[in-house]
């Protein structure tokens, strides 16, 4: 790993220049519609600079900070799902010919993204959905030449809860690796195309006291965290737990929306639906979200089979918490709180579990 290198705030257009510059379009967090969410990128003046989330069960609140830091909020409301795994997209179009019909793919022809800004939980969750999604030619287009600048977080939210998930708030895997202190960055090339990308800014090396401020600020990030999921082995713990009452408590306040998968960045699950035309010479097959909290994701066969809001509560829970291990060898939850913050009804995953586990949360 070469030196970590400084750059300086008011340099941070300079790599964003060289990202354009290399063929990416730069996507980064900017303040929209009142909240911070991923979105184009041109300049460093469209982050969100003196801004800080305020999040918790139920509830987002934006505030000014008057500190002139462009990092020190916690998560934007999605993480990065959307722009390799996308909401809606067609998957094929079909139009009929004379002598039958033509079929096309539509895989996606954009250009590659550089995320700038990217969270260690979102990154984490990345690299779940790139193991699901492997094989799906839609997501790869999109992913596989995707250049990414993480941010390590300096000033998690109430509803973070990486540092018990092992997901952050250092992030593990980038191109380029960012810690924001006063006046600029820590750079860390994280690859070789992040050092290729680094270089020609030719900046200064970190001084030790900037690499010591920069280390203690991540680690101050994990200690400050409140919430965790509880230890152990969680698949056969909440096995051991399916028939719980709580399960039946929490359908009490859920209301079957899917926001938390909605906002969960490793949930995949989704749905297919043909269209045709009315003059019956085209078709087409697109793709969208689908969450295990609507009705029709349980109808199987003729029947329901999770007719009440308890069984899929439980459903989504012990999957992500439990069953994901089994599946992947790993957690489905990176800890990134959304699932707690955008609950209309406020229901806390890591106190639910807490309850169902018969511990303190
Ligand atoms: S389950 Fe909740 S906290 Fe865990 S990754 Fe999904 S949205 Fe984030
Ligand atoms: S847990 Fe909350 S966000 Fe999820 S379906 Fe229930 S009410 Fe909606």
């Not at 270089?199 to 200064?204: K, Q, S």
Request: aromatic content about 8%; charged content about 20%.
């Amino acid at each position: 790993m070469a030196t970590p290198r400084f750059l300086p705030h008011n340099r941070l257009d300079d790599l964003i220049r060289q990202l354009q510059a290399a063929g990416y379009r730069v996507i980064g967090p900017r303040l929209q519609e009142g909240v911070i969410a991923y979105g184009e990128l041109a300049a460093a003046t469209e982050l969100p600079w003196g801004w800080q989330d305020e999040q918790t069960p139920g509830r987002y609140r934006l505030q000014r900070t008057g500190q002139p830091l462009a990092f020190a909020w916690a998560t934007p409301t999605q993480g990065l799902k959307p722009w390799f795994f996308a909401p809606v997209e067609p998957l094929w179009r079909m139009r009929r010919t004379s002598d039958g019909f033509e079929l096309a793919a539509c895989l996606p022809q954009e250009k590659p993204l550089a995320i700038l800004g990217a969270r260690a939980c979102d990154l984490a969750a990345v690299a779940r959905q790139d193991a699901i999604l492997e094989h799906d030619p839609h997501y790869q287009a999109r992913r596989q030449d995707a250049l990414f600048i993480a941010v390590h977080c300096t000033r998690p939210a109430a509803s973070c809860f990486c540092a018990s998930t092992g997901t952050g708030p250092r992030a593990m895997r980038f191109d380029i690796g960012l810690t924001e202190l006063d006046t600029g960055f820590v750079v860390e090339a994280g690859s070789p195309r992040g050092r290729g990308l680094i270089e020609p800014l030719a900046l200064a090396a970190a001084s030790a006291e900037q690499l010591a401020t920069a280390q203690k600020a991540v680690a101050a990030a994990a200690l400050r965290q409140t919430r965790h999921l509880p230890p152990g082995d969680l698949a056969a713990r909440l096995a051991a737990h399916s028939e719980h009452p709580h399960w039946a408590e929490v359908a009490q306040r859920c209301l079957a929306c899917g926001n938390c998968t909605q906002a969960c960045p490793t949930c995949f699950c989704h749905a297919r639906s043909e269209t045709a035309s009315a003059d019956d010479q085209t078709a087409e097959q697109a793709r969208h979200w689908d969450s295990c909290f609507g009705e029709l994701h349980g109808h199987l066969a003729g029947f329901q089979v999770r007719p009440e809001t308890a069984q899929r509560y439980r459903q989504w829970l012990t999957h992500k918490l439990g069953n994901w291990w089994t599946q992947f060898g790993e957690s489905g939850c990176v800890g990134c709180g959304r699932c707690l913050t955008w609950c209309p009804a406020g229901i806390d995953l890591t106190q639910e579990v807490a309850a169902i586990l018969g511990e303190a949360a």
